[in-house]
Nanobody
Framework: VQLQASGGGLVQAGGSLRLSCAAS????????VAWFRQAPGKEREFIAA????????YSADSVKGRFTISRDNAKNVVYLQMNSLKLEDTARYYC????????????????????WGQGTQVTVSS
């Protein structure tokens, strides 16, 4: 599976961005696609995940109500709609995928994922 993240950029606080993660190559009927982010000097942080089927989703408390994960099965694309962006949302955003059983506990762990995109930078300015 190859993952290509895009859609990052510079946005003012309070603004919105939509990130895309396009999956190509072999894809799976089980497992999940997730978004993580990493700011300089910080650990990689789980943001949200969606099952390959699109039926199940889960988001971190820090982004609930502001970020929404979704997917277009026909296009094999997973989106992260980010609204009400804050300065602390500034980071490089990565999409990742695995084909294991869906588990709320494990989808939040970077080590669960076998495939990673190259990331896209999101910078929120005041």
């Amino acid at each position: 599976v190859q993952l290509q993240a895009s859609g990052g950029g510079l946005v003012q606080a309070g603004g919105s961005l939509r990130l895309s993660c396009a999956a190509s190559g072999r894809t799976f009927g089980s497992g999940a696609v997730a978004w993580f982010r990493q700011a300089p000097g910080k650990e990689r942080e789980f943001i949200a995940a969606i099952s390959w089927s699109g039926v199940s989703t889960y988001s971190a408390d820090s982004v609930k109500g502001r970020f929404t994960i979704s997917r277009d099965n026909a296009k094999n694309v997973v989106y992260l709609q980010m609204n009400s962006l804050k300065l602390e949302d500034t980071a490089r955003y990565y999409c990742a995928a695995h084909n294991r059983v869906w588990s709320i506990a494990t989808i939040q762990l970077p080590g669960t994922y076998d495939y990673w995109g190259q990331g896209t930078q999101v910078t929120v300015s005041s």
